[in-house]
């Protein structure tokens, strides 16, 4: 009787569930399914669920009639660029703060997050002065740059986190060992924290790659990165849906599967580890 | 000896981070500010004059600040309303045995990961079109006039958009920490007889306070920058019904080029983050004690 009535609930629970959650994967599953309709079809008065003629015309359209590529590489030059140079800067300072703590540490940690609650809009004149009197507008170095800069709080602090639940003793123990401190990071330290640089890294690449506002702010053609190039499908002159859809999916398929693989330490990075 | 000798190590490997951050924060900053007290604009170089606080008196005064203002209030309170009260419930869901959580899950996250600009974009013409968007089709289908969202409910449609976007954060979130309550709690209190409610109201929703606070502070600091999906959507129409602060201050600064009553609303936009970023400060520096 007890097992009989978990079970109805059980069974309740999940159609509940499924149901719910296919309506907020409903938009992402309905652009995948409109990139392989015809034009016709995408905005036909009476859309099918599956029964159409499939087609892979919208994504050799878009691959071969805009520089869907080029736009592709910016995304993943100005995202890993800018999480590869972040981790550089930012592995150094997280060991020095997990490692040689002093009275200052905290406020230091603090300080380095209040850089990440400025908004934009309250630097974004005098970014864009100065992108355009060194000549960074529209280009990657100048929005790997930025990104690097907006990201950097982030990985300290996730880098911190993880170095702090390193035991002291490991790294004592090496020391007693007479390990210089560059062989202390090198070798005991980094391989220990692995698996959370890599964490690391990936947040952030997937941050930087979906980052809008200084992409759509200073860049144009050239340096646009999939963010700024899936916004000018928006003109209001020509807009074809099953295009749109196929970039869209081709833009967002790459980073969803990051995301998917990277939800634990999604909650450690974004809410600074205040949330466990 | 060796700790002298890691300190002075400490401070030169502290030194790019600090460095950097306070450049990014200082300078632009300092500029901003300088820039609020000119009268200066973009298409005219070299004009600059000093105007006092003349650039934040209009400002201030201009009925677009009002309503970009009001709006901002309405996005984020709205977003956090949604997003908060359906996160609770999501996370509920999925904290139950339930065939295929896995696959929920994946499901639920998904949005989150969608870039902004494309999620706008598939929401504007796919969903919420009114000629040949789904939305539109399911109203003709059960004989109702079908919505034009952006120009009827423009703003309410950028709410529905963003919290679509920010559910999944608000649900992996109050999941997580729904997921570190003491089970034996919610069984004592079965032993005693207790109902779903109660059992909801005086144990599960105390426990999850504080990753509420959390997500309601991450999520406001993030949401008071709103700016692409109002960019690709509505560009802040009609007149000034979907603009918020955000939105208001790029289109002075680099579409009317009015630099320095940008850099007025650029000054007030970083207080206001401020006064939430306090709170968010407060909360995760207890935390750092621990």
């Known amino acids: 009787m007890a097992i009989n009535s978990s079970g109805k609930s059980k069974f309740i629970y999940t159609l509940l569930a499924w149901t719910i959650s296919a309506a907020i994967f409903f938009p992402i599953f309905w652009t995948l399914l409109t990139s392989f309709k015809t034009e016709a079809e995408a905005i036909s008065a009476n859309p099918s669920l599956f029964m159409f003629d499939w087609t892979l015309e919208n994504y050799e359209d878009v691959l071969a009639r805009s520089p869907y590529f080029d736009h592709f590489w910016n995304s993943v030059v100005i995202s890993v660029g800018s999480s590869l140079i972040g981790l550089l800067i930012a592995i150094p300072a997280a ?27 309250g630097v974004l004149i005098p970014i864009y002065l100065l992108f355009r009197d060194f000549d960074l507008l529209d280009t990657k170095l100048g929005l790997v740059i930025v990104m690097t800069l907006i990201n950097l709080p982030i990985m300290v602090w996730m880098l911190y986190t993880y170095f702090r639940e390193i035991p002291n003793e490991i790294l004592e123990a090496s020391r007693m060992d007479g390990a210089s401190i560059s062989a202390e990071i090198f070798h005991v330290l980094l391989p220990i924290a692995l698996p959370g640089i890599a964490s690391t890294l990936l947040l952030n690449v997937i941050l930087a790659w979906n980052e809008a506002f200084w992409t759509l702010i200073l860049t144009a053609a050239n340096a646009a990165p999939l963010t700024a190039f899936i916004a000018s499908y928006s003109s209001p002159e020509g807009l074809f849906y099953a295009k749109l859809s196929a970039a869209s999916a081709m833009a967002i398929a790459p980073i969803l599967i990051l995301g998917w693989f990277s939800q634990k330490q999604l909650v450690r990075g974004l809410t600074f580890g205040a949330v466990k | ?59 201030l005064t201009d009925p677009a600040f009002f309503a970009s203002f009001f709006n901002t209030l309405l996005l984020v309170g709205g977003v956090l309303l949604i997003t908060i009260c359906g996160g609770i419930g999501l996370a509920i869901l999925l904290d139950q045995a339930i065939w295929g959580r896995n696959y929920v899950r994946i499901m639920v996250l ?14 504007k013409n796919m969903l919420m079109n009114p000629v040949n968007g789904l939305f539109a089709h399911f109203a003709t289908l059960i004989g109702v006039d079908p919505v034009d969202f952006f120009a009827q409910v423009p703003l309410l449609s950028i709410i529905i958009i963003v919290s679509w976007q920010w559910l999944p954060f608000a649900a992996l979130i109050l999941l997580t920490a729904i997921q570190s309550l003491d089970r034996e709690q919610l069984e004592a209190a079965d032993l005693d007889g207790a109902g779903p409610f109660s059992k909801f109201f005086y144990i599960v929703l105390p426990h999850l306070s504080r990753a509420v606070t959390a997500v309601i502070l991450i999520e406001t600091i993030f949401l008071l920058s709103i700016f692409a999906e109002i960019l690709v959507t509505t560009s802040g129409g009609p007149g000034y019904e979907s603009t918020n602060i955000t939105y208001l201050i790029y289109t002075q600064s680099l579409l009317q080029f009015d630099v320095g009553g940008g850099s007025a609303g650029g000054i007030i936009a970083v207080i206001i983050a401020n006064i939430v970023a306090i709170f968010l400060m407060r909360l995760i520096g207890k935390n750092l004690e621990g």
């Open chain 1, 95 to 121: 060991w020095s703060m997990a490692f040689v703590q002093s009275k200052r540490t905290k406020n230091l940690l603090m300080w380095m997050l209040s850089t990440k609650m400025l908004p934009p809009v």
């Open chain 2, 110 to 123: 998904a949005p989150f990961f969608v870039m902004p600009t494309v999620s706008a974009l598939v929401w």
């Open chain 2, 1 to 59: 000896m060796a700790t002298t000798h890691s300190r002075t190590l400490a401070q030169i490997m502290l030194f790019p981070s600090v460095v950097l951050l306070l450049a990014w924060m200082i300078v632009p900053l300092c500029m901003t500010l300088y820039f609020s007290f000119l009268d200066y604009n973009l298409l005219s170089p070299g004009t600059e004059e000093f105007i006092g606080f003349l650039n934040y008196e209009f400002f």
